[in-house]
């Protein structure tokens, strides 16, 4: 494609140089080819402007720069850009024609409940006849096959990556589209030019202040999806819902279960295979019962009812749909076994679904609730303290371990999340060997105790230091179950 063509809608300062033939638009100059398209970000840790020499070198035909300052060969086109994030995202919808126009595109937000959102999303519009293709955080999906296409951050894709993705999703002839969107991608524009037919707000929590470093920016950053979107579906009950329905441009539609809504959940019962509650649609009373414990539950079935309904999919499609979909990995997962116990892993690593992961399984309990958990390193440091305490008030013992503590010392990390304990009643003991920790845990049950093992949930990994090993929550904890039979049969 011609450079002319990818620069269209963009803001441009200046240009020096030809109308040169795009082969590929890259930010990382080791990934430069001949004909690339070499588009310089300041980033956290690297200024892609330092180089624009190593690009032109490995055969870049053109460069994108923001800083007036920045060095560059005559041999090479250069457009000067005001926000070369912008342009980033941009160029890359540019360069695939715009393949999220030819599918309807609902994008979900919130510190928690992304994941499941966009997965009962799915299974509702499958069930309906719908070729659905999923982004997010256990990757990217079409019809519920795993797409070969591995994007480096954890929620969102990077601009180039997720409009190649979206090129798949409109080849394979999706219908709908289901994208978790993450307050990093809207933070750093990495969602520019991609218009939503759906946003769904889930809710907020104190999370990812590392890198947002205060609440407003946080909130503020969820709140753009919704001057993305035609429609909006937010939980009322959320003071951060309520800013996005002051913040937003799109048409809205709430729900909740404390406050007054267009949908709201009454007559909730938190069962121990999941919750039922009722709603009125269009003045008639409808039931909903979904397999999924929990009141966090609740709210993420309401965002996904709500968008259901404005995509015109019928109340007993949505109905049917809800009653017979299984959990989302990671997400209050059970690890089966014949002990009498319950051993739940699950994703929460921020204060609030700290709160609600105890809350939820607290309702099912009859014995003593566990929660063995970390904090992971180079992240929110305030948010330590906090869930320690939390963690101390609503459990009856507490397991402090690693996560994934990258490149801080792991000790440290526990400190600060024991400081928080020591603040309440509540007995504890350490263990910095995240596996020794599960092991422990597990011994410590009786029947009808709980075991929450929080924080990684999904994910089979773990980072230390510049170390990324192999590390599964549910597989640990599968092997220690097994090894307490080989414990009681000798």
């Known amino acids: 494609m011609m450079l002319k063509e990818i620069l269209k809608s963009m803001n441009i300062e200046w240009i020096q140089g030809k109308n040169v033939e795009v082969e590929n638009i890259v930010?990382?100059?080791?990934?430069?080819?001949y004909g690339s398209l070499f588009i310089c970000l300041k980033g956290l840790r690297a200024d892609g402007h330092k180089f624009i020499k190593a690009a032109a070198s490995a055969g870049a035909s053109a460069i994108v720069i923001s800083d007036p300052q920045a060095k560059y060969p005559e041999n090479v086109t250069v457009v000067k850009a005001e926000d070369t994030r912008k342009a980033l995202a941009i160029t890359a919808a540019n360069f695939y024609n715009h393949p999220s126009e030819e599918f309807n595109l609902i994008g979900v937000t919130g510190?928690?409940?992304?994941?499941?959102?966009?997965?009962?999303?799915?299974?509702?519009?499958?069930?309906?006849?719908?070729?659905?293709?999923?982004?997010?955080?256990?990757?990217?999906?079409?019809?519920?096959?795993k797409l070969d296409i591995h994007y480096d951050t954890s929620t969102t894709p990077d601009p180039v990556e997720l409009q190649q993705i979206f090129s798949e999703m409109k080849d394979s002839k999706v219908n709908d589209v289901i994208m978790e969107a993450?307050?990093?991608a809207l933070a750093l524009d990495?969602?520019?030019?991609v218009q939503f037919n759906i946003g769904i707000f889930t809710n907020l929590s104190q999370d990812h202040l590392d890198f947002h470093k205060t609440m407003d920016n946080y909130i503020k950053a969820k709140a753009k999806l919704f001057r993305q979107c035609r429609y909006g579906v937010v939980n009322k009950d959320s003071e951060a819902g309520r800013f996005i329905l002051d913040y937003g441009t799109c048409e809205f539609f709430t729900f909740s279960i404390d406050s007054e809504s267009d949908l709201k959940a009454e007559d909730i019962k938190y069962l121990e295979n999941g919750v039922e509650?009722?709603?009125?649609?269009?003045?008639?009373?409808v039931d909903f019962f979904v397999p999924i414990k929990g009141r966090f539950t609740v709210y993420n079935v309401l965002g996904v009812i709500g968008a259901a309904l404005m995509m015109k999919i019928p109340v007993k499609s949505i109905q049917k749909a809800l009653?017979?979909?299984r959990g989302v990995p990671g997400r209050i997962q059970d690890v089966p076994n014949d002990k009498g116990v319950h051993v739940i892993v699950d994703y929460a690593h921020s204060p609030d679904s700290i709160v609600n992961i105890i809350n939820a399984v607290r309702e099912f309990t009859k014995g003593r609730l566990i929660i063995l958990f970390g904090c992971g390193g180079d992240r929110d440091v305030g948010k330590r303290p906090?869930?320690?305490?939390?963690?101390?008030?609503?459990?009856?013992?507490?397991?402090?371990?690693?996560d994934n503590p990258r490149s801080e010392a792991p000790m440290e990390i526990i400190n600060a999340v024991v400081s928080g304990v020591k603040e309440t009643s509540c007995e504890y003991e350490v263990y910095e060997d995240r596996r020794v920790a599960i092991f422990n845990g597990v011994?410590?049950?009786?029947?009808?105790?709980?075991?929450?093992?929080?924080?990684?949930?999904?994910?089979d990994y773990q980072i230390i230091g510049e170390n990324k090993i192999h590390f599964d929550d549910v597989e640990v904890a599968e092997e220690a179950l097994e090894a307490l039979d080989e414990h009681n049969n000798r």
């Open 27 to 33: 930010i990382d100059s080791r990934k430069v080819q």
């Open 111 to 145: 510190t928690k409940g992304k994941t499941t959102t966009t997965y009962m999303m799915d299974t509702v519009l499958q069930q309906f006849k719908h070729k659905t293709g999923v982004i997010g955080t256990l990757g990217a999906k079409i019809g519920g096959q």
């Open 182 to 184: 993450s307050s990093h």
């Open 190 to 193: 990495k969602l520019e030019g």
């Open 277 to 285: 509650f009722r709603v009125n649609i269009e003045n008639e009373p």
């Open 323 to 325: 009653s017979a979909i």
């Open 386 to 402: 906090i869930m320690g305490k939390i963690a101390g008030e609503l459990a009856d013992y507490c397991i402090i371990t690693s």
């Open 443 to 459: 011994r410590m049950l009786q029947p009808d105790d709980a075991l929450i093992i929080a924080g990684k949930g999904h994910e």
